[in-house]
């Protein structure tokens, strides 16, 4: 099984809403990421877990909170969004953080 | 910020033909990768190749690195209208991988 899975696939929130963005995989993978992208750009680098424990935080807004749970979960909780948020969110994992990342489809935020 | 930049930065060509897209990359590097993305969707691994390699195939897929001009090229032969798609390189530095800003590709049927 080399699949991510992404959940929700699209969201649409407030500035003072609360909501979470899930990530799961089952490769046994030891490094999880979060990324950024709007459109027509790369992907940012937002988080890196590596064994469960943050590892890299890319001087991301406290508004966006990362949580792994346990190896094969990662979560990002959402908090008093800006419309400037609004953006895919690819979640990714790898055997080694040098290697071959494999992304989930992604969430599409959409701030209001 | 980015290390990797990719030209060209659009490249629209025929069902048929070949498509070249190529990469530099400033840092010394142990591999490097390249992903396509379809419209909206995840980054999908092409292909990875080490330092110590050269070229490296993978179907109608061809990678070459240069380390002595930190450059790649990914050459897709014999195009079809399912590979219009984003491509982008990227190379690790520590627990990173650094994206290249892309190359939009379009295949006309």
Known sequence: DTEVTQTPKHLVMGMTNKKSLKCEQHMGHRAMYWYKQKAKKPPELMFVYSYEKLSINESVPSRFSPECPNSSLLNLHLHALQPEDSALYLCASSQDPSETQYFGPGTRLLVL | ?109
């Open chain 2, 1 to 109: 910020s980015q290390q990797g930049e990719e030209d060209p930065q659009a490249l629209s060509i025929q069902e048929g033909e070949n498509a070249t897209m190529n990469c530099s990359y400033k840092t010394s590097i142990n591999n490097l990768q390249w992903y396509r993305q379809n419209s909206g969707r995840g980054l999908v691994h092409l292909i990875l190749i080490r330092s110590n390699e050269r070229e490296k195939h993978s179907g109608r897929l061809r990678v070459t690195l240069d380390t002595s001009k930190k450059s790649s090229s990914l050459l897709i032969t014999a195009s079809r209208a399912a590979d219009t798609a984003s491509y982008f390189c990227a190379t690790p530095s520590g627990s990173r991988l650094t994206f290249g800003e892309g190359t939009q590709l379009t295949v006309n049927p």
